[in-house]
T-cell receptor, first 112, second 112 residues
Framework: DGGITQSPKYLFRKEGQNVTLSCEQN?????MYWYRQDPGQGLRLIYY???????QKGDIAEGYSVSREKKESFPLTVTSAQKNPTAFYLC???????????FGDGTRLSIL | GQNIDQPTEMTATEGAIVQINCTYQ??????LFWYQQHAGEAPTFLSY????GLEEKGRFSSFLSRSKGYSYLLLKELQMKDSASYLC?????????????FGAGTQVVVTP
């Protein structure tokens, strides 16, 4: 079945460490997105990409980095510069304007 | 600004009807999505409105008034499994295609 796969489901980061969250889709969607969700809050956009080898900052890009080397993959790195990384991270993709975004199951990141 | 406003929480009884309102700034409006999100899970798409009027899908209906910057999601014959957060999201002509601005979500609690 087509869908979006995020891994790992749970991730722990040590102080000063970079960690990478994986997002893979087999929906043949051009656009992919990373969101951060904090308890009781909505989704905030970190980065998005509409085409391979191109990506744009969202509303809260500081302390994060991404790459888009393949259409299917959009990994997110949470760098040590992100001082408050504990959150639920969601990856999404969409195929065309006015089509809904499809979401992965999320990665919950915590600090050790 | 692009404020999207929803009530924080609503409580209703099993079998009843609940209406979740969403207001947004009308500039550059290009469409509105509703998502359902159970705790700790990914959001799932419920409905999309781009023209004024009511869209009905089984127990769920969504209404849009473009001139008033207003939408609502109507949940009928409430079931316990409808307890979730409901997210309103707006797309704008001024944004890259597919990009959405999310409201903070409305937590619906269904009681027996």
């Amino acid at each position: 079945d087509g869908g979006i796969t995020q891994s790992p489901k749970y991730l722990f980061r040590k102080e000063g460490q970079n960690v990478t969250l994986s997002c893979e889709q087999n929906l043949n969607h051009d656009a992919m997105y990373w969101y951060r969700q904090d308890p009781g809050q909505g989704l905030r956009l970190i980065y998005y990409s509409q085409i391979v080898n191109d990506f744009q900052k969202g509303d809260i890009a500081e302390g994060y980095s991404v790459s888009r080397e393949k259409k299917e993959s959009f990994p997110l790195t949470v760098t040590s510069a992100q001082k408050n990384p504990t959150a639920f991270y969601l990856c999404a993709s969409s195929g065309a304007e006015r089509q809904p975004q499809h979401f992965g199951d999320g990665t919950r990141l915590s600090i050790l | 600004g692009q404020n999207i406003d929803q009530p924080t929480e609503m409580t209703a009884t099993e079998g009843a009807i609940v209406q979740i309102n969403c207001t947004y700034q009308t500039s550059g409006f290009n469409g509105l999505f509703w998502y359902q999100q159970h705790a700790g899970e990914a959001p799932t798409f419920l409905s999309y409105n781009v023209l004024d009027g009511l869209e009905e899908k089984g127990r769920f209906s969504s209404f849009l008034s473009r001139s008033k910057g207003y939408s609502y999601l109507l949940l009928k014959e409430l079931q316990m499994k409808d307890s979730a957060s409901y997210l309103c999201a707006v797309s704008r002509i001024t944004d890259s295609w597919g990009k959405l601005q999310f409201g903070a979500g409305t937590q619906v609690v269904v009681t027996p």
